[in-house]
């Protein structure tokens, strides 16, 4: 064996070593980085060449997997919507009040994390996309879901429509109020949680006559 | 003069006699026809040659006033975003109360009246169009400042964060919670404007500390 006499380049540009993975490590890894690269930046500004750099493979080899740059965000929304939904759902056991301020603060913890992925997902831009919208509708109805089965299998399956209107109304309050509150930045988020935990008390109050 | 003998065809297929307007009534009269259509229908299935012929005019003068089916919509949006604001306005001389339950029927009939165009403007399509957005936004802008003028000038310009992201999340509820509800239509309009109300006095008594 003969030891090169050039030390290996450092920096920027370095190429990362390719290492070998199998399938599923593979999409798992291009899956976790391209979780945080759209989670980090805009849609648009989001680069598969440098995604595939760090990650030491080559842009064809993310295309392989994933098929289109926009496929592959729907891949790491979905897996996102997914961690959010099972992080709030785990919260579920706890006492009712306990369990909804802990899922609130996952899920503003998950909009700080994501702030312009968050918001370019609300407001046009990739949100207008039918799929990327599919997914996102999907997932309120996931959580509506979750907030109906801690009162009664029936009443999750078959909701009065003031209880669904109600509680839509209570999501997009949550939705209205995080992008508020990520644009700005100048709130704890301890605040938004109790206001969101008292609206939805206040909703709950009305309700109490109709479940 | 000489009087033909063939009466003039009656039925779909026949043109409106072409009448002289001067410039501005022209163009509101194609405004008002615009909003309508593009109240009762959604974006693509407006057809600009179908309004054109029941105003009288060619197609053309259609694109000479308004430019482009895009810009002809967005000029529609602007004045129906602005009577909607008017409408909501004249309420506010009443008593608080009073005036939010009026301010909100007429917004739940004017989401009513748009039931197609409604949705479309919150759940992509023609809404993620940049200039589509900014015309909501400013809509919703001015309906907060609406509501923060009633609580005094110095609120209304540099409304505290906790102010402002409160009433934003109230105002998602009222977006969302509408847009449930025209999506289902079974509910009377009064149980969708007593839930609002009682989010707003909600948020308003938990904001008391503040203002």
Not at 70 to 79: H, N, P
Request: charged share 25%.
């Amino acid at each position: 064996m003969t030891i090169s006499k050039t030390k290996p380049k450092a920096g920027p540009k370095a190429k990362p070593p390719r290492v070998r993975l199998d399938v599923d490590e593979r999409r798992a890894q291009l899956l976790e980085l391209g979780i945080a690269a759209f989670g980090a930046r805009a849609y648009d500004d989001v680069s598969l060449d440098e995604l595939a750099q760090s990650a030491g493979v080559s842009k064809g080899l993310v295309f392989h997997y994933f098929g289109s740059k926009r496929d592959f965000y729907v891949a790491g929304l979905r897996e996102s919507a997914r961690r959010l939904l099972a992080s709030t759902l785990a919260e579920s056991v706890a006492e009712p009040l306990v369990s909804l301020r802990r899922g609130l603060d996952q899920y503003l913890r998950y909009v700080k994390a994501h702030g312009a992925a968050y918001r370019a997902l609300f407001q046009g831009g990739i949100g207008s996309d039918p799929e990327v919208a599919a997914v996102v509708e999907e997932t309120r109805q996931a959580f509506l879901g979750q907030i109906l089965n801690r009162l009664g299998d029936k009443l999750a399956r078959h909701p009065p429509p003031l209880v669904r209107t109600s509680l839509r109304g209570w999501v997009g309050a949550v939705e209205a109020a995080s992008l508020d509150w990520v644009a700005h930045d100048d709130l704890p988020a301890a605040e938004v949680r109790e206001l969101l935990v008292e609206l939805l008390v206040a909703t709950m109050t009305r309700l109490a006559g109709v479940i």
